[in-house]
């Protein structure tokens, strides 16, 4: 049965309510616990990619793996770091530089011609991660790409029956806030094997903040 938005909304107000004020701006984190499902079984298993009405961040870093023409127009698009294949080259020999980059690093975009590179020097670090990355065609509008995935946040159900990803910031409307959620909830209410009889209690909470009930 779905929630509905007023629901969320109360929630998501009584989440800043119930927190500390910080002298930082709270990221907002969505709970969801699945029931149902067997995770031994890898194609119930989720790593999703969900793009969300607004941005969950303030800050998105990204990472796009690219030469020649699209490595400028990445460039332009403001993303925090383009990497050609001379640098994919030096990385391939510097493992710890490597893991930093990752570490630090929301979402990673790769030209397609340079996917057998970047799996071959990220791979086994991205993948357990599941931060492998979205590959791009040369021809593709790299500003609408970034600008996409500014606005996403990451679903990954992998060993427990429970996920947890960002929806938005403190200092968002709440109404930006439940959207964000209704939206990542009907995705996988579509994804899930038995839909939304998969998803159990849900809860939203600040950075410091204690679980917000919402169902």
């Given at each position: 049965m ?64 690219a ?108 109404n ?40």
């Amino acid at each position: 049965m779905p929630i509905d938005k007023k629901t969320i909304i109360n929630a998501v107000i009584d989440a800043k309510k119930n927190t500390q004020k910080r002298n930082f701006n709270q990221s907002i984190d969505l709970i969801i616990n699945l029931i149902g499902i067997d995770l031994k079984k890898p194609e119930n298993r989720i790593n999703e990619l969900i793009e969300l009405p607004y941005p969950p961040r303030k800050k998105t870093e990204i990472v796009v793996f690219a030469n020649s023409e699209i490595a400028l127009r990445a460039k332009d698009a403001g993303v925090e770091e383009v990497i050609g294949k001379e640098e994919l080259d030096r990385l391939s020999n510097d493992k710890k530089s490597a893991k930093n980059l990752v570490r630090k690093t929301d979402y990673f975009i790769a030209e397609a011609s340079l996917m057998p590179l970047v799996g071959r020097v990220f791979g086994p670090i991205l993948g357990p991660r599941g931060k492998m990355p979205t590959p791009t065609p040369p021809t593709a509008d790299i500003n609408s790409v970034v600008k996409k995935h500014r606005r996403m946040t990451r679903v990954r159900v992998r060993d427990q029956l429970n996920s947890q990803c960002n929806v938005g910031t403190e200092d968002m409307p709440d109404n930006y806030v439940a959207e964000n959620i209704q939206t990542i909830i009907t995705r996988l209410e579509e994804t899930l094997p038995k839909g939304s009889k998969n998803i159990g209690n849900v809860f939203v909470k600040t950075t410091m903040g204690p679980l917000t009930k919402i169902r």
